[in-house]
Antibody, heavy 119, light 106 residues
Framework: QLQLVQSGAEVKKPGASVKVSCKASGYSFRSYGISWVRQAPGQGLEWMGWISAFNGNTNYAQKFQGRVTMTTDTSTSTVYMELRRLRSDDTATYFC????????????WGQGTLVSVSS | SYELTQPPSVSVSPGQTARITCSGNKLGNKYTYWYQQKPGQSPVLVVYQDVKRPSGIPERFSGSTSGNTATLTISGTQAMDEADFYCQAWDRNTVLFGGGTKLTVL
């Protein structure tokens, strides 16, 4: 069955970087893209950006430009999201979600990865 | 910048109809998507392209749009429908989410 399985929780210090993975299975990986959406504790959803699994093209939210990098590994059907220069307000659960384009619905979601940033 | 506005909370009695709105400038000219999120879980798509329902989503969930407002309607609301609901749209190369609405089934 279709699944997006994310890597485990992370604890980081301010200024560090984090790289979260999202392994896809059960569908044609290169036919879709993956968006990353985060949710701070008790808060709403925030879109970070999207990457095409077909050609690696990216579309980052302006807020994260210069601080986020999304990549794909088609050999393992895995998408990565790296966020640099972490701050305490980056503490959130990070979700990957499948979408054919960034303008399309997110029809399948990963289980989420909690990233905690604290000194 | 473009914003989507949702009421923070909506309450409904079991068996009644719940309506959750999402407002944005010329939202009717864009596709609206709706997600349900229960505590500790990932969001689930319940309506896409304004009015379509993914397979596996109960028929009691429906979407509509008019002018600047999109509406998610839950007919015959059940206790299991209690959750946070988010609308989503695409504007100027950016995905936007509404602030979310907590649906309470009293």
């Amino acid at each position: 069955q279709l699944q997006l399985v994310q890597s485990g929780a992370e604890v980081k210090k301010p200024g560090a970087s984090v790289k979260v993975s999202c392994k896809a299975s059960g569908y044609s990986f290169r036919s879709y893209g993956i968006s990353w959406v985060r949710q701070a504790p008790g808060q709403g959803l925030e879109w970070m950006g999207w990457i095409s699994a077909f050609n690696g093209n990216t579309n980052y939210a302006q807020k994260f430009q210069g601080r986020v990098t999304m990549t794909t590994d088609t050999s393992t059907s895995t998408v990565y999201m790296e966020l640099r220069r972490l701050r305490s307000d980056d503490t959130a659960t990070y979700f990957c979600a499948r979408g054919a384009t960034p303008a399309d619905a997110f029809d399948y979601w990963g289980q989420g990865t909690l990233v905690s940033v604290s000194s | 910048s473009y914003e989507l506005t949702q009421p923070p909370s909506v309450s409904v009695s079991p068996g009644q109809t719940a309506r959750i709105t999402c407002s944005g400038n010329k939202l009717g000219n864009k596709y609206t998507y709706w997600y349900q999120q229960k505590p500790g879980q990932s969001p689930v798509l319940v309506v896409y392209q304004d009015v379509k329902r993914p397979s596996g989503i109960p028929e009691r969930f429906s979407g509509s749009t008019s002018g600047n407002t999109a509406t998610l309607t839950i007919s015959g609301t059940q206790a299991m429908d209690e959750a946070d609901f988010y609308c989503q749209a695409w504007d100027r190369n950016t995905v936007l989410f509404g602030g979310g609405t907590k649906l309470t089934v009293l």
